[in-house]
């Protein structure tokens, strides 16, 4: 999943930033605003989710943080911050009840948290977020001064995703460009990126921790040089990738904690491919034509088939499981042109992806 980042020693700011000039503290809403469109959704239980989600209001591009424990049957709104109008699209990320992070990417990033259940929301003082994650407890990040004529000065940061101070050092390799792919599960954190200098050659470097990021390994990744690429740890020591080459994307999948990856057969993918794995044999993969379709494994990628969803989607924008049965996905299924948005469904699987069913919005 990629998002947020830190300095060492640097605190986010005690000033809360609430969108679209409301109050410190609003009262929560307890049904969704009207014309909310959920632009980013983050979960920690097969009931319990947050959606980021745009709303009507006199600035144009106002955001409200939704949350629910019931599934969807119910929601609890609240504002989240302004966020610049610069098309990007915002990240959110999660770890525990309360704590969570939200990242504007782009040449400028912006890193908000909340550690009150998205009740209020604080930004960082940190500049040059280029990648960012939480797992076991811990927020990950990787930082850089970047212009547009490049990045400097790389920096890993992690500390407690609860808040407090962060650690920071150096990548345990300089970087090649700001494409990079950060993840993490329990104690265990990957680095993918390409190597600066041409120290590899053919493939990129991927760095592997087991200690929650205080040292590093690092040898050959999956991917192909400066297209980057995402992970997907499984536990148990698997980890998924999809790498983009350029005219398409294929699928590796590693039993050794990335030390060596093999390729995985998969119909024809597309450079935007994501995949989710509900466990290390099982897992679901979209990117392989329009209209969007979700395919889904069971024995570790050796046969895919194609899940039963709902109709309508033109594509699958995330997709992420809470555990090894119930996964959501966030499903474009149309344009607004009224609102000048996307339309968004919310898709759930109870059966490790191989059927989804649309979430209804109250």
């Known amino acids: 999943m990629r998002t947020p980042p830190l300095l060492a020693g640097i605190a986010l700011l005690s000033l809360a930033l609430v969108g679209c000039g409301s109050?410190?503290?609003?009262?929560?809403?307890?049904?969704?605003?009207?014309?909310?469109?959920?632009?980013?959704?983050?979960?920690?239980?097969?009931?319990?989710?947050?959606?980021?989600?745009r709303t009507g209001c006199d600035a144009g591009r106002c955001f409200a943080v939704a949350r629910t424990a019931d599934g969807g049957r119910?929601?609890?709104?609240?504002?989240?911050?302004?966020?610049?109008?610069?098309?990007?699209?915002?990240?959110?990320?999660?770890?525990?009840?309360?704590d969570g992070f939200l990242l504007v990417p782009g040449l400028h990033p912006l890193l908000y948290a909340t550690h009150d259940g998205a009740r209020t929301w604080r930004r960082s003082t940190l500049q040059g977020v280029l990648a960012f994650?939480?797992?076991?407890?811990?927020a990950y990040a990787v930082t850089a001064r970047c212009s547009r004529a490049g990045c400097v000065d790389y920096r890993f940061a992690r500390a407690p995703a609860s808040g407090g101070a962060w650690h920071v050092t150096r990548l345990p390799f300089a970087p090649d460009g700001s494409v990079l792919e950060l993840a993490a599960r329990s104690d265990d954190v990957w680095l993918l990126?390409?190597?600066?200098?041409?120290?590899?050659?053919?493939?990129?470097?991927?760095?592997?921790?087991?200690?929650?990021?205080?040292?590093?390994?690092?040898?050959?990744?999956?991917?192909?040089?400066?297209?980057?690429?995402?992970?997907?740890?499984?536990?148990?020591?698997?980890?998924?990738?999809?790498?983009?080459?350029?005219?398409?994307?294929?699928a590796w999948r590693s039993s050794d904690g990335g030390v060596r990856f093999a390729a995985v057969?998969?119909?024809?993918?597309?450079?935007?491919?994501?995949?989710?794995?509900?466990?290390?044999?099982?897992?679901?993969?979209?990117?392989?034509?329009?209209?969007?379709?979700?395919?889904?494994?069971?024995?570790?990628?050796?046969?895919?088939?194609?899940?039963?969803?709902?109709r309508g989607a033109t594509s699958v924008?995330?997709?992420?499981?809470?555990?090894?049965?119930?996964?959501?996905?966030?499903?474009?299924?149309?344009?607004?042109?009224?609102?000048?948005?996307?339309?968004?469904?919310?898709?759930?699987?109870?059966?490790?992806?191989?059927?989804?069913a649309r979430v209804r919005l109250r």
């Not at 503290?25 to 979960?43: E, S």
Request: glycine fraction near 14%; include cysteine.
């Open 23 to 53: 109050r410190a503290h609003p009262p929560a809403a307890t049904r969704l605003p009207a014309g909310f469109v959920p632009q980013a959704m983050a979960a920690t239980g097969a009931g319990d989710f947050w959606l980021l989600g």
């Open 317 to 356: 924008a995330s997709l992420a499981f809470v555990d090894a049965k119930v996964g959501y996905a966030l499903a474009q299924t149309g344009w607004n042109a009224q609102a000048k948005v996307q339309r968004v469904a919310v898709w759930r699987t109870t059966d490790g992806g191989a059927s989804w």
């Open 133 to 138: 994650t939480t797992a076991g407890g811990s």
């Open 193 to 250: 990126a390409t190597a600066a200098g041409g120290r590899t050659a053919g493939h990129d470097v991927l760095a592997r921790s087991t200690d929650a990021g205080r040292t590093f390994a690092w040898g050959a990744g999956p991917c192909v040089p400066g297209l980057g690429g995402e992970l997907a740890p499984a536990g148990g020591g698997t980890v998924w990738a999809v790498c983009p080459t350029g005219m398409e994307a294929g």
């Open 265 to 310: 057969r998969t119909p024809e993918l597309v450079n935007s491919a994501e995949l989710a794995p509900a466990s290390p044999d099982v897992a679901a993969l979209v990117g392989s034509g329009t209209p969007a379709r979700i395919l889904h494994t069971d024995d570790g990628g050796a046969t895919w088939a194609t899940a039963r969803t709902p």
């Open 74 to 98: 119910s929601f609890t709104t609240s504002a989240a911050p302004s966020l610049p109008a610069n098309g990007d699209v915002p990240e959110l990320e999660r770890s525990g009840a309360d």
